[in-house]
Structures are given as C-alpha cells and as structure tokens.
C-alpha cells in the first residue's frame, strides 16, 4: 500500500474526497509556501494522492506547509491540505529536532515544558543560528518547574 | 461569570504576558477563569495523525467535564484543537477576541486613547481559519483600535502567514514570510497569538509588536506599552 493511502487514513479523509477537487489551483494561488519558493502545488499533490502516487520528502510543500489553511479558505470544497501535508510528514517520518523535543516533552510531562524542549534542542539550535536571537527573545525566558512525570 | 480556562503550554511559559493580560481584563470585567483541573498539552499543530492530535483535547474536555459549560482557550492553536474536539457541541469553546463585545466596551474604563498612533492589526491564520473554527467576529481588533481614536493599517497583512509554525524547523521560511508581513504593515503590530509574536519579534527590528491585551491594558490606563 502506498504511503499515501496510510496519510490519506491518518487525516479523516477518504481517497475518494479527492475526486471532488476541480482543478482550480485556487490553493496554489495562496500558497504561503509559494511566497518562498513559487513551487508548490497543492492541487497537484491532492490529484497524485487521488491516483495512488507517492510523495516525495523533499517537495517544498511537504517541507515548508505552514499549516496556514489559506488553501482551505480560498478552496471551493474547504479541502483541509495543511492537515493531509502534516499526515504526510507523519507517514514520511520527517520530523526536525525541535518536533522530536516537543513530542518527548508531552510524553514525559503531558506537556510542552519549554526549559526540557530547549534543552534538548540545543545542538540544532546552536547549529541552525539560533542564538542571535537570544536577545530579542529574553521577555520570553521565565522559569516554572514541569507540571508532573510521566502523566500520560 | 465562570470559564473554565485552558491556557495550554505557552501562556504557562513564554507567553505569561498574554496568560497575565488575559487573567486581569477578565478580572475587571467581572469573569472569573478556572483552569481545567491537570490539563494536558493540545499537540498543537505536531501531529499528523487526526485522532492522536483530537484525543489530546478530548482528555482536556473530559476534566472540563462537570466543571464547566465555556471554556477559554487563549492560544490560537489549542482553541481550534479543542473546539474541534467538542464534537457534540457540549462546551462552548470560546476565544478571548469574541468575548470582546459592546457590553465588554460599555464597562470598560478609558484611560488613554490611541489618537495620532498607527497599528497593524495581526490576527494570523489559525483565528480566521478554518471556517468552523474562525472567529465570530473578524475586525475586532480594527474595530477596537478605531474605536479608541488610533489609524488601523495593513488591511493585507492581517491574515497572512508569519510562517511562525517553521520557526524551530527552518527559520528561513519564517523569516522570509514575517518579512512580507512587516513589509505590507505600518505602526504597531498588534497580535493575539503567542507563535506569531514570537516569529514577529524575531525579524521585527525596530518595529513594536504587541499583545492585543496588553494593547487594552495601555488604553484602561495601566502601564504604557507604547
């Protein structure tokens, strides 16, 4: 089965709620994705999963969707896509660091206790220039203990 | 009145601003809010697969359960999880900018105005999509900011992407996306949800970025935020 199927599962959706897409590449048009990079393409995306195709890991919307539903508000049948992309990142196993920090830390803690994320996000932050930053983010810093372990 | 109120994990941490913003405009307007007793994280936006991602809300609404009838969910991402959990339609999950009504202004005492001041109101993504789970009311932040005598700008901005969801995963995307945002705005930008603050801020410059309660706060006369 491909790993399409499984996302398509993973969403709610059924293969066949994609044969309603008219073509329109309205989505496309207000792609946040396409004012980076002018190559992404939801409706096309939508037709390969319609016809059973694979997704590649390295297409800039699987990469970059920012899960801001503009193509759900702008599509005539409110196609969720950011939800079908973040299934496919899901079936794909792509995940940054920063996801990884975030999903133990709600498993340890049931919640997404920041100093544990930042903690363990340290090399990637360290490498991905993120201590310029430091700076402009001190109103954010604050320290509370982690609600409780192992809670769920 | 009582609201149950679910701060999630950033009003308990990097955002305690909103969190404290939010705690004593509705103090002063006579509502009190509960937390839902040993609340879990929503998942946000982290997970691909649907029913792990609502499940994680249902828990929440399960401890509600009993307490409260409405409940209060701050942050953009675990209001549209949590009223998308409430699938019988049980709970009325509200969010803060809809509870900011005419009865909210006719109690609510001036202190300042915003007269010669220019905002850019920024509600994101998350609080006018999708459809069932936008706000009721979509302007009021305009509404609020020309009601107390300041320039509403950036009309195409507010509902853009800050790219705020790929900060901790590609900051480029983030940074090329707020970008456009503070380039299509003037003034003040003026903000509800705690992920584009921080995606804002982060490339803002110069340029001030606020909370919307820290915005009401400075015109009930409490400490200047401007």
Redesign the interface.
Same mark, same amino acid.
Not at chain 2, 43 to 51: K, V
């Given at each position: 089965m491909p790993k399409t199927d499984n996302a398509i599962e993973l969403t709610g959706y059924l293969r066949q709620d994609f044969s309603v897409c008219l073509g329109c590449k309205i989505c496309a048009s207000v792609c946040s994705v396409n004012d980076i990079s002018g190559n992404a393409n939801p409706q096309d995306m939508l037709q390969r999963i319609f016809l059973g195709r694979e997704i590649s890991a390295g297409e800039p919307l699987v990469r970059s969707c920012t899960g801001c539903y503009r193509c759900t508000g702008a599509c005539p049948w409110e196609i969720r896509i950011p939800d079908v992309v973040r299934a496919l990142r899901h079936e794909l196993k792509i995940e940054s660091p920063f996801e990884k920090a975030f999903k133990g830390s709600v498993a340890l803690f049931g919640r997404v206790y920041e100093p544990y994320v930042l903690m363990k996000a340290v090399p990637f932050l360290l490498k991905g220039g993120y201590i310029q930053h430091m700076g402009r983010w001190m109103e954010y810093m604050g320290f509370h203990l982690p609600h409780k372990v192992k809670r769920t | 009145m009582e609201y149950g109120y679910y701060p999630g &994990? $950033?009003l308990?941490? $990097?955002?305690?601003?909103l969190d404290k913003g939010i705690k004593q405009i509705f103090a002063r307007a006579g509502h009190s809010v509960k937390e839902i007793p040993?609340? =879990? &994280?929503c998942?946000?936006?982290?997970?691909?697969?649907? =029913?792990e991602l609502l499940n994680?809300s249902k828990k929440n609404l399960e401890k509600a359960r009993g307490h409260f009838h409405e409940i209060v969910a701050p942050c953009p991402a675990c209001y549209k999880n949590l009223k998308e959990a409430d699938e019988a339609y049980e709970f009325g999950v509200i969010h803060p900018l809809d509870i900011f009504d005419e009865s909210f202004f006719a109690w609510m005492k001036q202190g300042r105005d915003l007269k010669g001041q220019v905002f850019t109101p920024y509600y994101g &993504?998350?609080l006018?999509?999708?459809?069932e789970t936008a706000l009721r009311n979509k302007n009021i932040m305009e509404d609020t900011i020309a009601r107390f005598g300041g320039e509403v700008a950036g009309e195409a901005a507010k509902?853009? &992407?800050c790219?705020? =969801?790929?900060i901790?995963?590609?900051?480029s995307?983030t940074e090329?996306?707020s970008g456009?945002i503070l380039e299509k705005s003037r003034g003040t930008l003026v903000v509800f949800c705690p992920l584009c603050h921080?995606a804002l801020?982060?490339f803002s410059g110069e340029r001030k970025v606020i909370y919307f309660t820290d915005l009401l706060l400075h015109i009930m006369g409490d400490k200047s935020v401007l």
């Open positions: - | &994990c $950033s308990t941490g $990097s955002a305690h601003k040993d609340w =879990n &994280c998942g946000a936006f982290e997970y691909g697969d649907r =029913n994680f &993504c998350i006018l999509r999708p459809r509902d853009r &992407c790219g705020g =969801n790929q901790f995963i590609d900051k995307v090329k996306l456009i921080m801020k982060t």
